[in-house]
């Protein structure tokens, strides 16, 4: 079975200071790793996918996470806040031989404060 | 219109009542979703169609029924709902090519409350 967990429910950060939302997964076989972001009223919208390659993945608005296989995790980070980032953030994980079957972590809500 | 829209975007339905919730994709994606968003509970996959066949079936109450006539439409039939069946439900598309999956694009969802 996959999972993901995401510790931190809310993440506090001022904004023009680094952001990072911390994910760890579990899955068989090589993880195909994703992070989306939800705005209120809206659906989720896709930030960045970690498929293979290079660890370092960057994606839409500033954002980039680290595909770390060791310590099963892929944190997502942006070096500069903005107020505008303050949203939930979900991490998804899918293992090679799950189809389409996406496992989303529970969102951890973000705050950027001015 | 554009990527993937749903209608209606807010529903208040009674436990007798039957609705029905509707998603389009623009993407020209293969595959669909629809997964229940609750409150302080994580994202559930409900259903999955890929190439208008049901591929997936999570275990979800027959009170659900999805359809999937072509591969832009995707429906989610309600009928003797619960309470407890409130949520914010989420639509999704994909493509899928042999075995790999691409990122999934969501639609706004529908706000649904059963009363």
């Known amino acids: 079975a996959q999972s993901v967990a995401q510790p931190e429910d809310q993440v506090n950060v001022a904004e023009g200071n680094p952001l990072t939302v911390k994910c760890t997964y579990s899955v068989s076989g090589n993880p195909y790793l994703f992070w989306y972001v939800q705005y209120p009223n809206r659906g989720l919208q896709f930030l960045l996918k970690y498929i293979t390659g290079d660890n370092l993945v960057k994606g839409s608005y500033g954002f980039e996470a680290e595909f770390n296989k060791s310590q099963t995790s892929f944190h997502l980070k942006k070096p500069s806040a903005l107020v505008s980032d303050s949203a939930l953030y979900f991490c998804a994980v899918r293992g090679w031989a799950a189809g389409n079957k996406l496992t989303f972590g529970g969102g951890t809500r973000v705050l950027v404060k001015p | 219109e554009t990527g993937v829209t749903q209608t209606p975007r807010h529903l208040v339905m009674g436990m007798t009542n039957k609705k029905s919730l509707k998603c389009e994709q623009h993407l020209g994606h293969n595959a669909m979703y629809w997964y229940k968003q609750s409150a302080k509970k994580p994202l559930e996959l409900m259903f999955v169609y890929s190439l208008e066949e049901r591929v997936e079936n999570n275990s979800v109450p027959s009170r659900f029924s999805p359809e999937c006539p072509n591969s832009s439409h995707l429906f989610l039939h309600l009928h003797t709902l619960q309470p407890e069946d409130s949520a914010l439900y989420l639509c999704?598309?994909?493509?899928?090519?042999?075995?790999?999956?691409?990122?999934?694009?969501f639609g706004p969802g529908t706000r649904l409350t059963v009363l």
């Open positions: 999704a598309s994909s493509q899928a090519s042999g075995s790999s999956y691409n990122e999934q694009f």
